[in-house]
């Protein structure tokens, strides 16, 4: 019984590995690769008597319908297209290490067939400079999962880039954190909690510049709020800037509401012009995170409310204009 199950394995892995929709194996393919693969010989009766059992299991096996006696795997636990899609995010996020990009797209691979693999090889040798020197990542990922599971504290460094484009934490500061959630955001990935001696307010760090992480399960607090949504508060920190969110009012030109819609969400209050191509919206947002989106969309935006804001935003317009006048 035990030699049955451990066949019904190498079968499926041959399927697997080896077949697609386009790339059926006939049963004298199949019977080679176990001997190959596996130095296992079987009869014909016996390969098809294990695949009726993967079939009947519910593995989805299909024959060719072109080819006779081919046959290929059908159910896989990723799409090709999911596949792809996930190792081009992988490939493009910045904030995980190259080597350890490399590791999870080999795992992404092996869910596909070698004629996948071979095809879309050329994304694990593609250099992406923006790669992020920490290789402490998935580490810091993990110990702040155990936090949050603990409902304790973490202490990490902080780390910046300096000059000589290395990340480094200069000012040696020791950051006491209590992790409420990981999200991903702006390009990013943030660990969101409360600071030790602030529990009310709610602070952000990027995760691949965080150092020295370590666990105190000994720091433990249960009335750390863990119910609120990441991504309304997320939705408010425009860039990711700190600070409290005050409402703020813009007149925008129609050809940035895409860009509007995708940094502040769909649930926020669009007041168009008729017969204008201008619409004011009413969002939420830190007072940093705001002055630089509207310093970026300068051309197509103007900041209404609040007064103060609109202030500050004319000041660092004429204080700058002095850069580009003509000498």
Same mark, same amino acid.
């Given at each position: 019984?035990?030699?049955?199950?451990?066949?019904?394995?190498?079968?499926?892995?041959?399927?697997?590995?080896?077949?697609?929709?386009?790339?059926?194996?006939?049963?004298?393919?199949?019977?080679?690769?176990?001997?190959?693969?596996?130095?296992?010989?079987?009869?014909?009766?016996?390969?098809?008597?294990?695949?009726?059992?993967?079939?009947?299991?519910? %593995? /989805?096996? !299909?024959? &060719?319908?072109?080819?006779?006696?081919?046959? #290929?795997? +059908? @159910?896989?636990?990723?799409?090709?297209?999911?596949?792809?899609?996930?190792?081009?995010?992988?490939?493009?996020?910045?904030?995980?290490?190259?080597?350890?990009?490399?590791?999870?797209?080999?795992?992404?691979?092996?869910?596909?067939?070698?004629?996948?693999?071979?095809?879309?090889?050329?994304?694990?040798?593609?250099?992406?400079?923006?790669?992020?020197?920490?290789?402490?990542?998935?580490?810091?990922?993990?110990?702040?999962?155990?936090? %949050? /599971?603990? !409902?304790? &504290?973490?202490?990490?460094?902080?780390?910046? #880039?300096? +000059? @000589?484009?290395?990340?480094?934490?200069?000012?040696?500061?020791?950051?006491?954190?209590?992790?409420?959630?990981?999200?991903?955001?702006?390009?990013?990935?943030?660990?969101?909690?409360?600071?030790?001696?602030?529990?009310?307010?709610?602070?952000?760090?990027?995760?691949?510049?965080?150092?020295?992480?370590?666990?105190?399960?000994?720091?433990?607090?249960?009335?750390?709020?863990?119910?609120?949504?990441?991504?309304?508060?997320?939705?408010?920190?425009?860039?990711?800037?700190?600070?409290?969110?005050?409402?703020?009012?813009?007149?925008?030109?129609?050809?940035?509401?895409?860009?509007?819609?995708?940094?502040?969400?769909?649930?926020?209050?669009?007041?168009?012009?008729?017969?204008?191509?201008?619409?004011?919206?009413?969002?939420?947002?830190?007072?940093?995170?705001?002055?630089?989106?509207?310093?970026?969309?300068?051309?197509?935006?103007?900041?209404?409310?609040?007064?103060?804001?609109?202030?500050?935003?004319?000041?660092?317009?004429?204080?700058?204009?002095?850069?580009?006048?003509?000498?």
């Amino acid at each position: 019984m035990e030699k049955s199950r451990v066949l019904l394995f190498y079968i499926y892995s041959v399927l697997k590995q080896y077949s697609d929709e386009t790339h059926p194996l006939n049963s004298t393919q199949i019977l080679r690769h176990l001997e190959m693969q596996y130095q296992i010989q079987i009869n014909r009766g016996t390969l098809y008597h294990h695949i009726q059992a993967l079939q009947d299991y519910g %593995i /989805d096996i !299909k024959n &060719a319908k072109c080819i006779n006696d081919g046959k #290929y795997l +059908v @159910d896989r636990q990723l799409e090709k297209s999911e596949v792809f899609l996930l190792i081009n995010a992988i490939h493009s996020a910045h904030f995980i290490p190259a080597s350890q990009s490399k590791q999870l797209i080999e795992k992404l691979m092996e869910t596909q067939s070698i004629y996948f693999q071979k095809e879309y090889r050329y994304l694990q040798v593609i250099h992406n400079r923006k790669k992020s020197p920490n290789k402490a990542f998935f580490l810091n990922i993990e110990v702040i999962l155990d936090a %949050i /599971d603990k !409902k304790c &504290a973490v202490t990490f460094y902080y780390m910046h #880039y300096t +000059v @000589d484009k290395k990340m480094k934490c200069e000012d040696q500061k020791l950051h006491i954190v209590y992790p409420i959630h990981i999200v991903t955001e702006n390009g990013n990935t943030y660990l969101i909690g409360s600071h030790k001696r602030h529990k009310d307010s709610i602070i952000h760090y990027r995760v691949d510049k965080i150092t020295r992480i370590q666990l105190l399960e000994h720091d433990v607090d249960t009335t750390i709020k863990r119910d609120f949504d990441p991504y309304t508060y997320t939705s408010t920190k425009p860039f990711m800037f700190g600070g409290a969110a005050q409402r703020v009012i813009l007149r925008c030109h129609l050809s940035i509401l895409d860009d509007v819609i995708d940094l502040f969400g769909n649930e926020i209050m669009i007041i168009p012009y008729r017969n204008q191509p201008y619409f004011d919206v009413s969002v939420s947002a830190s007072r940093q995170g705001i002055i630089y989106f509207a310093l970026q969309y300068l051309k197509y935006c103007e900041l209404l409310e609040p007064t103060d804001i609109r202030e500050e935003i004319k000041e660092i317009l004429a204080s700058n204009m002095k850069k580009y006048q003509v000498s």
